[in-house]
């Protein structure tokens, strides 16, 4: 069952979390089990519970919500004849209570292949290494702040091949990466010590920017991933940056899916603010509910027209550095950094071989560049 808001009170954006870590399972899975791997392996690096309102069922904690999710895959895919299907569920938790917590719910649910990892998960890699020793790897990694050994973790990622999704807790680095005092923490938070002379080169921007985009430089520097892409989730009741869920991926595939939930999960975060609002001024709105939804969406979400505009010029220059890209890769390469969809970019294209901008054939029959379409800057012999 998806995350339900009423469990969330006072932490809406955990609920946009969980919501964005569900649907992103979920297609994942449908996808993996469909092709290569009949086993997919769910590590939840940063487990908990951690401030859950449901404390019989842990419906409002991650951990849980992968079980749901997965095996609801798994289930209807045998539904489907697909038998033989195998996930394995790995939590590592590093406060004591609640690694209790999560024995206890692991001992009630015998009929999930689920191990309990007790302490850091810096500390347990190898443990949890070993325990997904075949199979397709996704780690949840959500710490509470910076406090990581990223070094660490960045080896064992590099190691398992698979995808991971990172939360990056922009509020906080945002407050105190200006301060001494932390110099040595977001040190190892980056896995690298002198961080702080590339931080003071950048152009001027802000603290959580800055470090997101070094800790994303330090990721495909340790070749964690292909691809990272990443959202916002704001606070629903402040309206601010909350944190910003990192996806890392060898797979043009992964980038597309997290884009199509990142367009879902966005309007839901708009109905949950206007939802805080209208019962914190006891006022109804104005305008419709799915009014207001497009409207914001339409102003900054996937596909908006700044978003729209970026994507083309972004288009245009890595075919003016890359010739001949395949339209399959070029469209990863763009959606990893802008918030668009592979239809946009269809539109895109087409509308740039009509300008004389880019030059590709068309497959026969058909109106938009298929992934395995070359694409080159300029005007076609024959157009
Ligand atoms: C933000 S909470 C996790 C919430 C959970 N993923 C969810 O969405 O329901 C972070 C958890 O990580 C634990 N933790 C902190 N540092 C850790 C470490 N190095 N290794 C493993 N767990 C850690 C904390 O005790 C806390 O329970």
Known sequence: MPPR???????????????????????????????????????????????????????????????????????????????????RFRFCERNPASVAKLQQFAAQKPEFDIQVFSGAFEDNLNGIRSACRDGFTFTFIDPTGWNVDSGKIFDFLRNLNGEFLFNFMAEEVNRHAGWDGVAESLGRFLADPAWKAAFEAMPEGSNETKILQLLKARMKEARVATYLTDMAIRKPREDRIKMRLILGTHSGFGVEVFRSVQEKVEKEAVRTRHAIQTEESGQSQIFPEEQIIAFETDRDGVGCSAHFVWASELMLSTVSLKSGIAFGSLASEVMEQVPVRTTHLNKIATTHRKAGLLRFDLPIGKRTPSAQTKIWVGTSHDD
């Open 5 to 87: 808001v009423e469990n969330y009170q006072g932490r809406e954006q955990s609920f946009i979390k969980h919501l964005f870590l569900n649907k992103y399972l979920e297609s994942a899975a449908y996808k993996l089990f469909q092709g290569r791997s009949p086993v997919f392996n769910f590590v939840d690096a940063f487990a908990g519970p951690w401030r859950v309102s449901d404390t019989d069922k842990y419906s409002d904690a991650s951990f849980s919500q992968a079980i749901e999710t997965l095996d609801a895959v798994r289930r209807s895919l045998l539904d489907m004849r697909r038998p033989g299907l195998k996930v």
